[in-house]
């Protein structure tokens, strides 16, 4: 191997802010109006609402606190069961533990990497009350089947969108439809508020319950009017983020077009031998629904991942692992999950990395990691088979 001159670091993900976006937030600085319910927080919420279709939308300062008050505005809570998947960030699971009911799991689809609707409906028992599927990485769930599934056991859906903002399934928006939808803002996701998040909710009703949730239970009327009736929190977006998140907005479909442009571009340059030369598994190639929020790879099992992630960053290249299985959490363990309950998410979560891959990246950087992952991949497996 030739060793070239060093390029700069490149992370797997980075956001794209412009220039009109912080000088939006300036304003919101000098204009003394800084946290809710402001001017931007409610502009960002009709846009969004706009680009849900019209249904009720409500920003938080997090994507996993939607969860947890979707969960509450469906009543559920202590002796109800919710079934999610073992391969999310934890906090799709903890917000079930922190409304007090019981988190169930059930086993992903090794292509999809997304929950098995069929293992779901084998999970279910009569104290079944919701199901909360992740769209990894953007990809969406089969919402036919989950949708069916739901309506024959009378569950609600809580979908964890945190990564689907722009995915589709047959051509509708994800959050367009459907039951509870919550989206994250966090710095990594297709759009950001540095942090924040937005949950879709169903109608008027929910919506008030929603605003409730956000701060410490309160309805205010007239002047001086005010009761509080149920037990809130205090989750409410700041005009700042709000600003920041109307900022991004503009850019959504152009941030997302650039990622499915890049995301092809993985496929074109690993090249169709690559699973059967590197023992690796490529993604989904799914151009039609998906955002592109992550590009993953699965490595072959003999590889060490962390040994794997080092040479990368030894070559400037920053990777990342999305998820760790949920059930192995020492949290989880003390809740009688084991270690073989899950054995797709388990060696899944234990061989992926996520590759560089955000819209400010070109075709060369995309060029630079398939080389670089090749080198790795390829120098590691001749070290393993002499
Ligand atoms: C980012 C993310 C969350 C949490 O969102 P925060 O805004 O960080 O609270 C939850 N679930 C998934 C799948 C995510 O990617």
Redesign the pocket.
Known sequence: MTQTSVQPFLPFARPSIDEATIAAVGDVLRSGWLTSNGPKVQAFESLLSAYFGGRPVRTYN???CTMAIALRIAGIGRGDEVITTPN??V??ANVIIEVGATPVFADIDARTHNIDLDQVETAITPRTRAIIP?HMCGLPCDMDKLHALAKTHSLRVVE?A??AIGSTWKGRRIGAFGDFASF???VN?NITTA???CLVVNNAEEAILAEKYRLQGVTRSGLDGIDVDVLGGKYNMTEIAAAIGLGQMAHLEAFNAKRLALARHYFHCFGADFEASYGAELPMADFQNSNWHMFHLVLPSHIARAAFMQQMLDRNIGLGYHYAAIHLFTLYRRRGFKIGMFPVAERVCRQIVTLPLFPSMGESDVERVVAATKAVLGSRSRSHSS
């Open positions: 997090s994507g996993t999310s960030w906090a799709t992740v964890d945190a990564q994250s803002f966090q996701k942090e924040g998040g």
